[in-house]
Every structure is written in structure tokens, then in C-alpha cells.
């Protein structure tokens, strides 16, 4: 590990006038995707400005009709929100699928998606929901959020503060694990809000997190697993590594899909 | 029995510091001056060295020192070795490459050292490290065992033609021919035995002190065998002489082989410790453990079965390359020839046998001994074969075995083993009945119903343990004695020291050891304990790997224990007054033979030091006996596993949704140790089977190089075993041990892929057997109806 300052402001206006002054600092959350390449000497920020102190970033609240969780709340929290598992338990199975106790009390939501890894699990249920990312400066619709790999369309010194998830009546999210990370070698988040009914695809595409608009639309006429019998995705744009072919990721997107509706519905 | 005798399931008495953080590793011992040693490593896996510039580095702040190859060859430290030489076909010896310890000139895989940096702390080495600049002349690689020997692949080592260490063989090829012409039915298989990278939860470490004043160097290190290291560390790379090395290995974290051999770091920081004239240490990373602890298995083996209209076996041959990696490990020579083929009758007649094993260099990291060490890849051969005929033949797989097993003892197999003991029809039979295999069909048929597709898979493994008698193993090859030492002390209050050669590395000979102690001189299992791993208080041993420490190591111990009772005896006799011919020795008591006159065990011990009943003339004071065991033959424990899985179709994810494990391990000194011992070696074969394997990219770069995904076996990716056991004594050892270390990974591995093979119905599948490999093998197939 290469030597940073290191900052601890309680206001997110703090943070960002750190941010602003330090080109070359980066925001430290849960610090489980930051310190790891921290250490292998990948990643030489020259601060750090810790964001655990910062007022008003942790809870997960029902605000009419959607959930906000603050983009510092723990991935263990999330999974545990007795709110949430009420109003909508498919949104909390997504944080409890994550990592392993460790990185569940310590990795953060608003960590989890301003970092995007392609394997990463909230990115589905972020686009699979509809979900708005509240930062600092703007409210930014999932659709627009995630723009790639690791990438996405949050700007120099801009922090994401909540995230704000409509609620769903329908919403699951079916996982296969990575068998060596344990993040997401595929995984889909299906969800029925009225008419908007969505499938979310993470670890499979080779541009991170996508939609699959032809099992959304099947599953228009009937939001059922039956309603993707015999569908499939083409294998062109999927990720290739020793784990999972091109071709396996993308018949486990039709397999994961139909088990998600199937939780969903059931 | 007693309760802290043999076979008494006693506690581990080292768990309590292991478990409360109180262990001793070398990483934690720290002394004074202590600087870090920092290597700079290649990125490449093949490549020229054009040239090195420290200068950089050596400005840098908290730097002492950086030093490279050339400083190497100018002090004369020599060469890294394998010490077990083997034959070629042709009468010539094996292909050595120089091995500096930094490398000189050339880099043959990615992670060799190129340089060391000596700092104050790591950060301040790590910075400097990146400072040393390191030109490249960056060369085609060759990766794959299968390619290495062609025409036009890029070589390695200059004076090694076709990157070809030796073409071994063993057995009769003429005799195995003419059984192959006369069979009815031949079984072919193409087996690639896959890569694995050791893992152990200690990475290596060294830590290396001069003492100018008595120009003695000290080294602890995460060692399986101090004395050999020390002896290889002085005679060979020439660091020092014998006497003047002192080998400690503390508390080491496991070491399933990779920690059983001589690796260039403890050379460097011995080396660079009396340069700098400050303590050096160095400990892996969990980055450069995966890049440079030697690798284990990755063979490509083609082999062939032939059988009679009965399905009796008639012939087995066998073809292997076997990849060494980019420099000759340790004992790299002997895992793929006399550990491996050796093994391939298994557990059944075979008159004739005939294998070729092809040892090649590549530009990937050294292999050597690896739980099980060639034994597993016998094991996986046979038990394939066995699998894939009964399927080819309609013979119950189970009766295939049947109609195979050896049933007289002594049996001379046609590949040099001669098994001594064994009751393989026992072991079989009593692994039907715990695994159920006749309710079989009906879970088979639930599972259908539930999308999922069961399978049953066998594996009766044999393995040559014990190692080994001295006089065979030097005939074979091998550049030293395998026996083992041990040496008893009494102290004057009756409690007990024993010395041991051999070390224990997660094996819990503190306990087991202790045991054999208590049960035999009837004194408290508290009042013993157990000291190894330091070549200045141990006489010299050859240390723990190959399932030996039982088998050989606690038959020296019995060996001195002998001795210490026939001298205590003779103490006794002039304690008691009585001719020493009347002395009887029982449950820590000596009484005269037809009297009620005894004497404590304590009483004598002390009277053996104050020598008050005798003069030095009739019998020297003290009670202390060494002795030094060399076993008679190999151990054979043999066994039965049977593994069930359900694959689920959609997904092809196996779950192994039961595991049963029959072993002959001869005399169990501690069940609950053993069974621990075989619960991990199956973890270990399931993790070879189902989820590990070493990947290079062509180039030569690690894929697999981090935990992210390399992918070891988990908790959950195993059932709850049952185990049990069948016992026929080993007549090799005066305890009856066979060992019980390895069986489990020997096993493990053609019991699951024996098993999802039987699922899926089609036997195109390799190791691992990831969920991605299970569904392309059921897509390439026409899966065969589920029942
Ligand atoms: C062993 C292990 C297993 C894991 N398994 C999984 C898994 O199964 N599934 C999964 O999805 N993830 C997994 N993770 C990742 C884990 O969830 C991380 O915690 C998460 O990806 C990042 O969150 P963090 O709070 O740790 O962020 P940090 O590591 O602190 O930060 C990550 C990045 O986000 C930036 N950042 C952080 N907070 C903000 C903010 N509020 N606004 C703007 N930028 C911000 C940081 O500057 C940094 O660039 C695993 C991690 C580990 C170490």
C-alpha cells in the first residue's frame, strides 16, 4: 500500500469540498473493494476521505411508496431490515447474498454500485427495480446510472447520498454463485411493479449490468416462469473466463430468469 | 485401553495454542535488527535478462541492501537440487537445469526472483522493489506438458534438448502387448490429472540470523523437514557447512508437500543475513504463495485397460507426461515414476503392467509432491478404468472390483510393490452396506423427479506409505535414507521427553506421540511431551510427509522405548535387590516375578540418575536411548470410498450429497485424529474433482493467481462423511500403522468423477468438474435416459 492522508468529515458538504480539493482522493465506504487494491499497489489514492461519520447516509426507510436506503448502510443491515423483508423481502435477499459475513458488516450499498464490478449483485436489483441513485448534486435513474464496466455516469466529487427503490409487489432476485469469489457468475433480478415489469442481468455481460427486453416483454402477457419456456438470450456480449463460457452464461440467464419469476411469483 | 493409550480418542493437546492464537509461527518470531526481505519477481514466463539496475533502489530510504544473481555467482552459492535421480529408458540420467536461487541471466516462469531488496520494513522494500529496474528480452513460452517436447517449442534450459528431462519406464512392455492382443475388451482413456496449487494456511516463511562472533547461522523456516533442508541448505547450495547451520521449523501451518522442499528464499535471506549482518526475514504473500510454492499433479496420461470375456483384468499400460514446471523441485523426479507407477495395480491382479512417464520442463511454476504425491494420479487412473470398463462391459462396477481383487498376501505386483496385508473385499463390502447402494435406484428415481440426475461412483484406492526402507528407495534413486529417528529421555522425576525426526504440521503428534508413550510406560499422558523441528536439539531426521510419522517415525520411538525399558529394568534390579531376569515391567510398574516387591516407574527414573544403588562400573547412570527405525517395507492402506451426487440439469452444479469413506489404516493410534485426517484429504480430493486447477494463460501468466479465483473447497461444497473402518495390521512396522494422511485426496477424485460420469452418462469430462464442464459435457452428449 502506497501512502494517502486520511479524512474524516461528518457533513456530506465536507466530504465533497475534500473531494474538491483532492483531485486525487478517493471516497472510502465499506473499503472491501477499495483496500484490496489498495494493497496489491493497483490503486494510489492520495486521500482517503471516510465517509462512515458522515450524518445522514445509514438506514433503510419506507417512504410511501418506495424504500431509500443511505448509501453508507452495511450490506448485513439491508439484509436484516425487518421494513424491508415486510415490504419488499426480494429487495433484501440481494444484500444477503453477498460475500461472506465479514463483507456483509462492513461492504456498503452506495460502495457496492458506484463501484459497478461486473460481478457485483445491488446493480440488478438497482436496474431490475427501476431504482433512483440520489447523490449530492442530482437524482439519476438506474437506466442511466450504470454505463459499463466498473463505470458509471457519477462525475469528479460527486457522492452518492441514498438510493431510492420503488416498491415492487413482485420482486425476486436468483443468484449463481462465482464458485471461487462467491459474487455473481449470473445473476437476475425480476421484478412486477404494475405494468413496468423488469429483468435485471448482472455478472453475465461483458458491458456490466443490462436488461433483457425480450423476456420482459413475454413476460408482459403473464408475469409467470412459463411465460420464458423455450426463450433464450444470444451468447454474443457475454463474459468469457475460466469459469463460465459465453454460452453457459447465457443459458444460465434463461435458467436464473425463470427461477427469479418463479420466487416472485410464489 | 486406557483412556490416553492407544486407540483413546484423545484431544489434541496443541490445538489449545492454536486455537487461542498462542502458536509459534515463523512469521512470529521476531529479533532484534530484523530487516524484511523484498523480491523483485518476473513478470514474464520466459525470458532474457538483458540487464538489472539497482542503483535506483538501493537510494531509496530504509534500504540496506539489493542484491541479484550476479552478486550470487560471485559469492559461489550454488545451485537448488532434485535429489532423487532417475533413469531414462536409455540408461541416461535425468536432465538437471541449473537452479540459482536468483536468477541468473534468464527467467523460466513467471514469480522467479530476479532480485532482493533488504529494508527496514516491508513498505519501505516494497517501494524499492518497484525502483529496480529490470530490462527484458521477453520469449516465446511454452505452457502445456503436451506441447513442451515438440519440434520448434521454445526451450527452456539451453544444455535440455526438447525440454525433456527423462523418458522413464517400468514394467514388462512385450508381456503387456501380447496380453492387449489377446483381449476381448480393451478400455481407453484420455486423463489430464489437473494442476493444483497447495494453499496452505500458513504461507512459507524464513527468517534467517548471523552470529558473526560464532560465525553460526540460524534459520527458522516453514519447513516439513529441517534436517534436510539444513543438510541441502550446506552440502549442496553451499551456504555454510552442517555443523554450523542451525534449522528451526516452529509451528507450521500445513504443508500437504509444498513445505517439504528447499525453495530459494530461505537461501537468499540466509545468504543475505551474514552480507548485511542483520536478521532477514521474508514471508509469502498470499500472491507469491500461488506463484512460487511448488505445484502439484498435472499429468496428461493416456491409458488402457485390457480384460478376458469375465472382465478379468489381463494388462493395464499407461503413457504419462508429467509437467516439473520451470526448474527440478526438490524430490520433483520421484512424484511422477516410483510414487505413481508403482501404484497402478491397485487393488487387483494385473500380471502385466507396463508404464511410460515422458518428465518435461514448461514455463510455469516447479511441481512436486503434493498431498498424495503421485499416488493420487495412480489411483485416478485405475479407479477410471475400473468405472469406465464395468459401464463398457454391463458389469456391476462393484463386481468388476470383485472379480479383480487381490485375496493372498504377500502379493507381488508387476510394478516393484509387493503388498504385505490387506482385505480389499472387506472394505468393498462394508462401504455397500454404509452407503445404501441398494436403496440406490429409488433415490435415483426421486432425484429425476426433481430435475435432478444422481450418480454413484466408486473408488478403491490403494497407496504405498510408510516411506520408506532405505536400502529400496537408494536402489530406485533416491539420494537419501528414508528411516527415522527418535530418541526418549527420562527425566528424573519420570516424565518424559521424546525427540523426534519426524514434524508435525497440523498432524498432532504432540498427541498422538504422547500417547504411544503413556500406553507404554503406564505414566500419564500429561507427563510426556514432544519435541521437534530444531536441528540443534533433535538428532538428525528425515521429517513428515508421505503418510510416515506413524508408521515410521513412532516405530523409532517404540525402538527406543524398548531400550529404555530394558535399562530401567536393569535400574530396577538393584532398586528391588533382585536378579535382573526376575524383573517385570507393567502398567508403569516394576515388580519381582513371584513377590509383591515392586517399584514405581518415578522411583527408578530417579534412581537411574542418582545412581546410589550401583556403581558405574556394572551400569552407567541416566535413562536415555536414540534410536534409529528403517521400516521393512512400505505401508499399503487401501480402502473404499463411494460418493454420490445430484447434478442438477439446468445449472450442471453437482452437489455430492453423500460420502462414504472405508479405510484400512491398520493400527489407529487416535480415531478422532484419523478421522480428521481423512476428513480433509477428502475436502482436498473433492476440491481437486470438483473446483481447483492451476490456469495459465499461453504466456504464461498465473490466471488462477488469487483466491478471487482459484477456488478452494468450502464448507458447504461438502456432505457430512461416513466414515468407518476395516483392519488388517501392517506386518512392516512393530505397531501394525499403515497411515491415514493422504488417503482421503487419493481417493477423493475418481470417486466424484466416477460418480457425475454415472449421472450424466457420458464420460467426456475433466477435472475440475465446474458447473460450466458438467453442462458443456451434457450438451456435447446425448445423455443416456434417466431412469
Ligand atoms: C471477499 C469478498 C467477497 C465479496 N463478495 C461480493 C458478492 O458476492 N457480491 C457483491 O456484490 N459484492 C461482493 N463483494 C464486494 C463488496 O460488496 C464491497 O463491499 C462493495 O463492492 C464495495 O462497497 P464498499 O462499501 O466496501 O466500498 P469501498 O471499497 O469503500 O469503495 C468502492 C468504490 O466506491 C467508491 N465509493 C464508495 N462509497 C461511495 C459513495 N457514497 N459515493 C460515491 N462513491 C463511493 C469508492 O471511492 C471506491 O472507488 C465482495 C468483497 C470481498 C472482499
Redesign the pocket.
Known amino acids: 500500500m502506497y501512502n494517502f492522508t486520511f479524512h474524516r468529515p461528518t457533513t456530506v458538504r465536507q466530504a465533497a469540498g475534500l473531494l474538491g480539493r483532492n483531485p486525487e482522493a478517493?471516497?472510502?465506504?465499506?473499503?472491501?473493494?477499495?483496500?484490496?487494491v489498495m494493497k496489491q499497489r493497483l490503486?494510489q489514492?492520495s486521500a482517503l476521505?471516510d465517509?462512515s461519520k458522515v450524518e445522514g447516509?445509514v438506514g433503510v426507510e419506507l417512504k410511501g411508496r418506495s424504500v431509500t436506503i443511505g448509501?453508507?448502510t452495511?450490506?448485513a443491515d439491508v439484509a436484516n431490515s425487518t421494513v424491508l423483508k415486510e415490504v419488499m423481502p426480494g429487495l433484501a435477499m440481494?444484500?444477503g447474498?453477498?460475500?461472506?459475513p465479514?463483507?456483509?458488516n462492513?461492504?456498503?450499498?452506495?460502495?457496492?454500485?458506484?463501484?459497478n464490478?461486473p460481478?457485483?449483485?445491488?446493480?440488478a436489483a438497482c436496474l431490475g427495480l427501476g431504482a433512483t441513485i440520489i447523490?449530492n448534486k442530482r437524482r439519476i435513474v438506474a437506466d442511466d446510472f450504470f454505463t459499463g464496466m466498473f463505470s458509471t455516469t457519477?462525475e469528479d466529487g460527486?457522492?452518492?447520498?441514498k438510493i431510492s427503490f420503488p416498491i415492487a409487489k413482485k420482486a425476486a432476485y436468483e443468484?449463481f454463485?462465482?464458485p471461487a469469489?462467491?459474487?455473481?457468475l449470473v445473476g437476475v433480478f425480476a421484478s412486477k411493479r404494475g405494468s413496468d415489469i423488469r429483468v435485471a442481468v448482472?455478472g453475465a455481460g461483458s458491458n456490466g449490468v443490462f436488461r433483457v427486453k425480450s423476456f420482459e416483454e413475454a413476460l408482459k402477457k403473464r408475469f409467470s416462469p412459463k411465460s420464458l419456456e423455450g426463450l433464450s438470450i444470444p451468447a454474443t456480449g457475454m463474459n468469457a473466463d475460466i469459469h463460465a463460457s459465453p454460452e453457459y452464461r447465457a443459458h444460465l440467464v434463461g435458467v436464473l430468469a425463470r427461477r427469479a419469476v418463479a420466487k416472485a411469483v410464489g | 485401553m486406557s483412556a490416553t493409550g492407544i486407540g483413546a480418542a484423545v484431544r489434541r493437546k496443541e490445538d489449545f495454542r492454536f486455537v487461542t492464537g498462542k502458536g509459534q509461527y515463523t512469521d512470529d518470531v521476531v529479533r532484534p535488527g530484523e530487516t524484511r526481505a523484498v523480491f523483485v519477481r518476473s513478470p514474464h514466463a520466459h525470458a532474457k535478462i538483458k540487464s538489472i539496475d539497482v542503483s535506483a533502489a538501493k537510494k531509496m530510504p530504509g534500504v540496506i541492501d539489493v542484491l541479484t544473481g550476479a552478486d550470487l555467482a560471485t559469492d559461489k552459492i550454488g545451485n537448488l537440487i532434485c535429489g532423487w535421480m532417475i533413469h531414462s529408458k536409455d540408461g541416461t540420467p535425468m536432465k538437471m537445469s541449473a537452479h540459482p536461487a536468483l536468477a541468473a541471466g534468464k527467467v523460466n516462469c513467471v514469480g522467479d526472483a530476479v532480485a532482493v531488496v533488504i529494508a527496514e520494513s516491508i513498505a519501505q522494500g516494497k517501494e524499492a522493489a518497484e525502483k529496480v529496474k529490470v530490462d527484458y528480452d521477453v520469449l516465446q513460452a511454452v505452457i502445456d506438458p503436451a506441447k513442451a517436447q515438440a519440434k520448434g517449442a521454445p526451450q527452456i534450459h539451453a544444455d535440455i534438448p526438447n525440454n525433456t528431462i527423462y523418458q522413464w519406464h517400468l514394467g514388462d512392455p512385450k508381456a503387456t502387448a501380447a496380453a492387449f492382443a489377446a483381449a476381448k475388451h480393451v478400455t481407453k482413456l484420455d486423463i489430464v490429472n489437473n494442476r493444483l496449487v497447495p494453499n496452505a494456511m500458513e504461507p512459507r516463511a524464513a527468517l534467517a540470523e548471523y552470529d558473526e562472533g560464532s560465525d553460526h547461522l540460524t534459520l527458522w523456516s516453514t519447513s516439513q523437514n529441517p534436517h534436510v533442508a539444513r543438510l541441502v541448505i550446506s552440502a549442496f547450495v553451499g551456504i555454510t557447512p552442517e555443523h554450523k547451520l542451525r534449522v528451526i521449523a516452529p509451528d507450521v501451518g500445513g504443508g500437504f508437500g509444498s513445505k517439504i522442499f528447499i525453495y530459494p528464499e530461505e537461501v537468499v535471506c540466509l545468504w543475505a543475513s551474514r552480507k548485511v549482518k542483520r536478521p532477514v526475514k521474508w514471508t509469502s504473500d498470499r500472491s507469491e504463495a500461488f506463484l512460487t510454492d511448488a505445484h502439484g499433479r498435472d499429468h496428461v496420461t493416456h491409458a488402457e485397460l485390457a480384460l478376458d470375456a469375465d472382465g478379468k483384468i489381463l494388462a493395464l499400460r499407461a503413457k504419462t507426461i508429467a509437467n516439473l514446471g520451470a526448474y527440478m523441485s526438490t524430490f520433483s523426479s520421484s512424484v511422477p515414476t516410483y510414487l505413481y507407477a508403482t501404484l497402478l495395480s491397485g487393488q487387483y491382479n494385473i500380471p502385466s503392467i507396463y508404464c511410460e512417464v515422458d518428465a518435461v520442463y514448461t514455463n510455469t511454476a516447479p511441481v512436486d509432491a503434493y498431498r498424495g504425491a503421485g499416488r493420487p494420479e495412480a489411483a485416478f487412473v485405475v479407479e477410471r478404468l475400473m468405472e469406465v470398463t464395468a459401464r463398457q462391459m454391463a458389469i456391476d462396477p462393484a463386481d468388476l472390483r470383485k472379480r479383480n481383487f487381490i485375496t493372498a498376501f504377500p502379493h507381488q505386483t508387476p510394478v516393484i510393490m509387493a503388498y504385505d496385508a490387506g482385505d480389499f473385499h472387506a472394505s468393498l463390502k462394508k462401504a455397500l452396506e454404509l452407503a445404501d447402494v441398494k436403496g440406490f435406484g429409488k433415490r435415483k428415481r426421486e432425484a429425476a423427479r426433481h430435475g435432478k440426475l444422481r450418480g454413484l461412483g466408486y473408488s478403491a484406492y490403494i497407496e504405498a506409505c510408510g516411506i520408506a526402507p532405505s536400502q529400496a528407495v537408494g536402489s530406485l534413486g533416491a539420494g537419501v535414507g528414508l528411516w527415522e529417528s527418535a530418541e526418549v529421555r527420562v527425566n528424573p522425576t519420570g516424565s518424559v521427553e521424546v525427540l523426534t525426526g519426524c514434524h508435525a504440521h497440523g498432524q498432532g503428534h504432540e498427541t498422538t506421540f504422547a500417547q504411544l508413550v503413556s500406553e507404554r510406560l503406564g505414566i500419564p499422558f500429561d507427563n510426556v511431551s514432544i519435541v521437534h523441528g530444531d536441528t540443534d536439539k533433535v538428532q538428525f531426521g528425515m521429517g513428515t510427509y508421505g503418510s510416515r510419522s506413524g508408521a515410521v517415525g513412532m516405530s523409532a520411538i517404540v525402538k527406543a522405548l524398548d531400550k529404555i525399558e530394558a535399562k530401567a529394568k536393569k535400574v530396577a534390579a538393584y532398586v528391588l535387590e533382585a536378579a535382573e531376569g526376575d524383573i517385570e515391567f507393567k502398567d508403569g510398574k516394576f515388580t519381582v516375578a513371584g513377590t509383591d516387591k515392586s517399584a514405581a516407574w518415578g522411583d527408578v527414573a530417579l534412581n537411574a540418575y542418582i545412581a546410589h544403588k550401583f556403581v558405574g562400573a556394572d551400569l552407567e547412570p541416566g535413562l536415555k536411548e536414540t534410536s534409529f527405525y528403517d521400516p521393512t517395507n512400505f505401508t499399503f492402506p487401501a480402502g473404499c470410498h463411494i460418493c454420490e451426487v445430484e447434478v442438477d440439469i439446468d445449472t450442471g452444479k453437482t452437489d455430492i450429497v453423500n460420502w462414504t469413506a472405508i479405510d484400512d489404516f491398520g493400527t489407529v493410534i487416535n480415531p478422532m485424529i484419523v478421522e480428521g485426517q481423512v476428513h480433509g484429504g477428502i475436502a482436498q480430493g473433492v476440491g481437486q474433482a470438483l473446483l481447483e486447477g492451476a490456469v495459465y494463460s499461453k504466456e504464461g501468466q498465473l490466471v488462477t493467481g488469487s483466491?478471487?479465483d482459484y477456488t478452494m473447497p468450502r464448507a458447504h461444497d461438502l456432505p457430512s462423511f461416513h466414515v468407518g473402518l476395516t483392519t488388517t495390521k501392517s506386518p512392516s512396522n512393530p505397531l501394525g500403522i499403515k497411515g491415514c494422511g493422504e488417503a482421503g485426496a487419493i481417493a477423493a477424485p475418481a470417486a466424484v468423477i466416477n460418480a457425475i460420469t454415472d449421472a450424466i452418462g457420458t464420460e467426456d469430462l475433466a477435472m475440475p468438474a465446474t458447473a460450466n464442464a458438467v453442462w458443456s459435457a451434457l450438451q456435447r452428449a446425448k445423455p443416456r435416459q434417466v431412469a
Open positions: 478517493k471516497l472510502l465506504a465499506g473499503g472491501h473493494s477499495l483496500i484490496p490503486a489514492p476521505i465517509l447516509m448509501a453508507m452495511r450490506h440481494v444484500p447474498s453477498i460475500g461472506d465479514q463483507v456483509r462492513r461492504g456498503t450499498i452506495g460502495g457496492s454500485i458506484a463501484n464490478d460481478n457485483a449483485d445491488y446493480p447523490t457519477l460527486e457522492i452518492i447520498v443468484k454463485k462465482h469469489s462467491g459474487f455473481a448482472t | 483466491m478471487m
